[in-house]
């Protein structure tokens, strides 16, 4: 999608905030003993007070109102019977449509008492995201992105899973342009033009660089080489000065 007019901004910054809402409650809400079925049904409900609709169940009939991975899942969980439990790393994704807008949005959350690296790792994730977020400007390449975060990753001794990419979004769930790399590749010749919208989410991991298919169902993601792995999740609007972000709470 490009931002046409001030009303598409405006109604993408709603649905931009109502998911950035939901996740963070359901991050609020994490604790050992609660199940992932629970937290999603906190987000269904939220979702649904707010007017918006999930977009992986409108889109995809995903089997949930949000994806909620844990530990070796890494990408489209499926909530479930699945307790927390104290240790755990845990990624939310939240994505949302009203009125004809989608905005998507992720974090990863570690539970009670986890090793110094998963702090390290949660916190970097973070700030890999970031680096990328400060490469978003109107006619700059989109392959400064990963570039950036390829840098950033390998200077701090981490890996990025290498095909799960970020994606335009808007008017759908995932749109033109696809498969947006936050890693570098050399091979990516696109611009990034004034009014983009898309979302930037790294996957960096402590080995992992690949996502495989579980056994278990057609939609969970899992890390190859196992490893503990985090993503964070904004969408973003190109402008001449920057990105607008969207799905950052104030």
Known sequence: MTIENDDDLEKLKEIGAIVARVLQAMGGA???????????????????????????????????????????????????????????????????????????????????????????????????????IRQVKSDRPLADIGHAIGAF???????LVRNLASHGVGRSLHEDPSHIPTWPDRSERRRIHDGLVFTIEPFLSLGADWAVDSAHDKWTLLSQPAAPTVQYEHTMVATPRGAVVVTQLA
């Open 30 to 132: 994490l604790r050992p003993g609660i199940s992932t079925a629970e937290l999603d049904a906190m987000g269904r409900r939220m979702l649904d007070e707010a007017g918006a609709v999930s977009a992986p169940e409108m889109i995809y009939a995903f089997p949930g109102a949000t994806c909620i991975s844990v530990n070796e899942e890494i990408a489209h969980g499926i909530p479930g019977d699945r307790v927390i439990r104290d240790g755990d790393l845990v990624n939310i994704d939240v994505s949302a449509e009203k009125d004809g807008y989608f905005a998507d949005t992720g974090a990863s959350f570690p539970v009670g008492d986890v090793p110094p690296r998963i702090h390290r790792l949660c916190r970097d994730g973070k700030r890999a995201l970031w680096t990328g």
């Open 153 to 159: 990753a390998q200077k701090n001794r981490y890996t």
